[in-house]
DNA sequence: GAATGTATTGCGAACGGTTTGCAAGAGGCC
DNA sequence: GGCCTCTTGCAAACCGTTCGCAATACATTC
């Protein structure tokens, strides 16, 4: 479904700001920080300002288009993904990954047998060294 | 070991603030904000400043004696564990619990295997409703 | 296509949690 | 106890985010 009738279903309207800021995080393959979801934001139209850059991610949350990452001290925003995923972030270039795992199901379900818990979302996020980046080691 | 011997090992001192922000964190079940670890400090010495309460924390991070989760919105602490474990925060009384699971390592190395990423750290963190809060279900 | 009613925006100021600079204070080694 | 230096308390600065408000621009109706 298009941002439009997505939009439109709801009673909202398809302004400028909404369709840019959802360009750029749609067209990004990485998790954006807000200052650069605004920078971006800013490039392709100057008019555009930062609180409603801030605004659009709000409501494109509340409509479930967009995530917030909070993988690192700050926060990451990219188009939502149903699916069980998880992220990778190398600790040497930063670069957040996608990888599908069977087993995350296989967690929740041990999580909703052994822990007293009703799970909903799971978030896996890994540290490491992605393979770009080989054998940083231990630099102090 | 103790705090003093871990401080001194490194050339730091042990300081009242010091001390009374690793007694919070230690003695504390469950994971605190840094305006609750403020607020508890400044409760046992109301001498202690919110900035040494900061700044303790980030020299504790640096020790490896606690560790800082971005959980939720905002960030909380709790000392460090080595082991693999799994949060589980309720979405309903916000209470965030540990839990083993031995299918963490089997995730590492699923990962290993498949995803060219070579995984040092593994964060899980489920959303969903503890034993206490049952069936909020969906409020809109 | 113009007019209209209202959601949305841009702007600038406010906010709140965290950090910083600095002089006063307190650890710890002699 | 004295001294040297690391730490602290304090208050101001910071900075990303949010808010209030008048101006703007969507979508709808004619």
Redesign the interface.
């Given at each position: 479904m298009e941002l439009e009738d997505i939009l439109r279903e709801r009673d909202f309207r398809l302004t400028r700001p909404r369709r840019v800021v959802w360009d750029v995080l749609s067209e990004s393959e990485r998790h954006l920080s807000a200052a650069e979801i605004a920078e971006e934001v800013h490039r392709r139209d100057p008019g555009i300002n930062v609180s409603s850059v801030y605004r659009t991610l709000a409501l494109l949350a509340e409509l479930d288009l967009v995530r917030e990452s909070?993988?690192?001290?700050t926060?990451t925003w990219e188009p939502a993904h149903a699916d069980a995923v998880?992220h990778?972030v190398?600790?040497n270039c930063g670069a957040t990954?996608h990888?599908d795992?069977?087993?995350?199901e296989?967690?929740r379900a041990?999580?909703a047998r052994?822990?007293?818990?009703?799970?909903?979302?799971?978030?896996?996020?890994?540290?490491?060294?992605?393979?770009k980046c080989p054998a940083v080691s231990a630099a102090p």
């Open positions: 909070r993988l690192t001290e926060s998880i990778l190398c600790e990954r990888h795992a069977a087993l995350v296989d967690l041990e999580i052994t822990a007293d818990f009703s799970p909903s979302v799971i978030d896996v996020r890994v540290s490491g060294t992605c393979a």
